[in-house]
């Protein structure tokens, strides 16, 4: 029986090892950027989004915020959270959305005014998840995109917002960025929704 208990204490001690292993220096659990497999936790939600305009359609995926309960967009405009200029010489553009007052104010403010329903999209970092996605929701967005700073994704904290928040990863996030500037700002439509759970090992974040 003692020989047994060692053992079982043992495999115990390595799974948890392992689960360990997998989460980041905040607490969160990785995620692998190219494909759903078994080191994703239960509690995450994957969102499908397409993106169009004329002669124009991706398609991509992203993970829903922790705690977000509403998980669907519906034909509404991308528009990319420009931050305030930069006060130094050479420094580069931000797109972080943690300021009530960005620097495409006037621009999101059209939008408000011709009730045009709007998904932000900003960058990871300079502030906690769930402000950038309380200052995207003040600011009237009906969803909001994260880019992360890698391939490499994490479960955001988005306690206390009620929008669809997800975050998807760096390559996709440039490629988007890269779709703007070609189309324009606020030139393309979103449409996000939630993938079932028996569709998600079928899907691949990056496409």
Known sequence: MKTFAVIALSWILVAASLTAARRDHHGKQRHNPKR?????????SYGEIHLRADHYHRQLYGIYGADVWKYYVRNATLLLIRDQPPKRVGEPQGYYGCSRVPGN??????LNRAGVR?????DRGDCMFYKKIQYAAELGAVGLLVRSKTDEIVLMSTIGNHIP???????????????????????????????????????FLIH
């Open 118 to 122: 709007w998904v932000g999209l900003v």
């Open 36 to 44: 759903f497999n078994h080191t994703t936790p239960r509690e995450a």
């Open 105 to 110: 104010l006037d621009e999101i403010a059209q």
């Open 165 to 203: 928040s997800l975050m998807i990863t760096k390559t996709v996030g440039d490629a988007i960025q890269r779709d703007i500037a070609d189309i324009g700002n606020g030139k393309i439509k979103i449409t996000v929704s939630r993938v079932l759970e028996e569709e998600r090992k079928k899907l």
